[in-house]
Structures are given as structure tokens and as C-alpha cells.
């Protein structure tokens, strides 16, 4: 396997809200999904893309919050909407991220 698609992972300030760089990691990248959503009558383009990565145990702090962690591949800002360490054999993690057309271009 081979992961050679650099991503990064911001975290939520508690304090102030924002997200800020937290590390960066090399993943596999799938498509898991895409197409259009709708959302107060104005339709905009949607991307969902599985992240694999190997796991090392600071992303077991994604694990139960998710809200507070996103991903940045390709200046797109995915927000992360599923955690899986399958069968928590902790060799590979698997994020399901979504981008609503967002964009991050500080990096």
C-alpha cells in the first residue's frame, strides 16, 4: 500500500472556534462519493473522499471528535464525518470527509 497523498489535519480552538494546523500526515485516497447538494434552495457541488492512513495513536483523538477536526487535501477543506480503526487493529485508520466546495489557500 502506498500512501502518497499529502494531507494536513486541523484542529477546533476551544476557545476561539477556529482551526489551526495540527499535523500533517500521507494517506490513500478513494472516492466514496460526490454530486450535488442542495441546501436553502442553492445547489453547490459536493465531494466525499475516503482519507487511509497509518495509524499512529494521535489519531485516536479524532476518534470521538470529529466536529472537532478537519482535513485539508488539495487546498479543499474536508469535514470528517466517519472514524474507522477496523476492528481496532490499529495498523490503518479510515476517514469518510466531505467538501462542500470550501476552500483553504493558506497553505
Known sequence: MIYD???IIEKRDPQSGEFSYWRQ????????????REASGARRSAASL????????LL????????????IYRNAV???NDYDDYMEQHKTV?????CVGERQDNY
Open 94 to 98: 479510515r476517514f469518510e470527509g466531505e
Open 25 to 36: 500526515f500521507h494517506a490513500r485516497i478513494n472516492k466514496a462519493g460526490g454530486g450535488e
Open 78 to 80: 474536508f469535514v470528517i
Open 5 to 7: 497523498k499529502p494531507i
Open 60 to 71: 485516536f483523538d479524532i476518534f470521538l471528535n470529529t466536529q472537532d477536526y478537519r482535513i
Open 50 to 57: 475516503t482519507f487511509e492512513l497509518r495509524y499512529v495513536s
